[in-house]
C-alpha cells in the first residue's frame, strides 16, 4: 500500500482511519482557509480541501494524501464555525435547535507521483433537539466547546441533543468515510473490503426466532453483550437511576414474565428506570431496558407498561439494535468490533449510545410492536395495554410540545403503528387503521 498523510491534526480524523488499521503520517497543513460562501458550501469545503492536499503534496516526492475541510451551515450564507467563547458558544446552539443545520465536509485524495487528484464532499443533515439555558451551561460544563465547529461534540456527550441525522455519520466527525473509501479506490488504494471484516472477526449464520429469519451477524452473543454493557455504563453516567424498591419490583416483575414467554433466552434481562420526565424508553444490545420515568407517570396499569416492556424486549429479541450498528456504517462496525477483539470497548460507546438514541426504522418499530403482541398475550397481559398506551402518546404528541427525547422522537410513526397494533390483536382491521396502515 502507498504510504498515506493525513494533512489534519483533528483528533476525531485521525481516529477513524486508525480504526480501520491504515498506516499514516500526520502533517497538518497551515494554509489558511477559505470562511465565506462564494457560491456554496460544497466548492468551499472541496476548494479548502484541494488547498490542503496540494500544501502537503508539495513538501514530498511520493504519498497519498488526504485532506478535509468540515463546516456546519444553518442558512444565510454565513459558515458556523468554532465558538471563542462561552457567551457565542451558548448562543450558536441556540441558532442550530431552532432549525436543521448541515454539515459539510470536502475531501481531497492526491497522489504525489502520478498528480491524480480526486475531490468530493458529504453533507449531512442534522435535527437537533431544543435545549433550556441550564442544559446548555451543564453541557459546557462537562464539554469545551472551543475546539468543535458549532460547539457540540457529536460523538460524545452532545449525541443527546442530536434526535436525528440524514446522511453519512463520520461526516459529522469530519471525514466521510465511505467517500473516502471509494475514493482512495480510485486512486489504487484500498482500506476496508468484506474480506477484512469476515477474516478479523468472522460472520456468524443463525435463524432468529423473533424475525423467522436466517440472519447473518459479524460477531455473536459475547460481543453484543460487552457492547451492552458499555454503552450501559454511558447511560447510567448520563442519567439518574432510580432506586426505590417498590418501583424497581414493579417493572422487574413484568420483564420477567415477558422474558419468560419471549423468543431469545441465551442473555440475561436487566430493566432499570432513569429519573427524568421524559416519556420515553431504550433497550439496548446484549439485553439491557431502560423506561424513563415519564413512562411510569403516564400508564394507567400494568397492562400498558407491560407493552412498553415487551416492545422493548422485541427489539432485543429481533436483535434490532445491533443490526442498526452493523448497517448505519461499517467503519463504524470495525471501530466496536476491533475494540471488543482488543478487550477495550470505549472507542465504539460514543457511536453506540449516539446510534441507539436516534430513531429506529419503520420496519423495526412496527415488528417489535407486533412481537410486543405477542410476547402479551403469551403472558398473560392484556395485548390491549400497548395500544392504549400509544393512542396515550398520540394524544400528549398532539397537545404537548415535543421534549427531548420523547417516546414519539425515537418511536415515530404513531398512528399507523397502532392501526398494526390493532389488526395484530384482533386479526382484522378497521377502515380507519387501514388508512393510517397505508400511510400518508
Known sequence: MKKIILASASEQRKKLLRMLG??????????QEAQRIKTTC????????????RDIASRFKEGVVIAADTVVYAGGKKIIGKPRNFQEAKKILKILFTRPQ???????VLDIETNKRIVDYAKTKIFMSHLSDEEIDRYHRKVHPFDKAGGFDMEGVGSLFIHRIEGCYTNVLGLPMAKLHKMLKKIGVSILSCFFLVNIWGCTT???????Q???????????????EAVSAQVEEQYKVITDV?????????????????DRKDIVYFIKILDDDIMNAVSLPGGYVY??????DHVDNDDQL????AHEVGHITAKHSIKRLQASYAAMVAQILSTQANGNIAGGVGFALTSLFLEHSQADELQADKLSVKYLKKAGYDPKGIAEFLAKLKEEQEKAPVQPYSYWRTHPHLPQRIAVVNQEISGKIEFKDYLNILGP
Open 306 to 309: 407491560a407493552g412498553v416492556i
Open 206 to 212: 443463525e435463524y432468529n426466532l423473533a424475525t423467522q
Open 214 to 228: 436466517e440472519e447473518t451477524l459479524l460477531y455473536g452473543t459475547e460481543k453484543e453483550v460487552k457492547i451492552g
Open 291 to 296: 423506561v424513563f420515568k415519564g413512562i411510569l
Open 42 to 53: 460544497a466548492a468551499l469545503v472541496q476548494n479548502n480541501a484541494l488547498l490542503k492536499a
Open 102 to 108: 448541515w454539515v459539510y465536509t470536502g475531501v481531497a
Open 22 to 31: 491504515v498506516k499514516f503520517k500526520i502533517h497538518p497543513s497551515q494554509i
Open 246 to 262: 417498590d418501583v424497581n419490583e414493579r417493572v422487574e416483575k413484568i420483564l420477567d414474565r415477558i422474558v419468560n414467554v419471549c
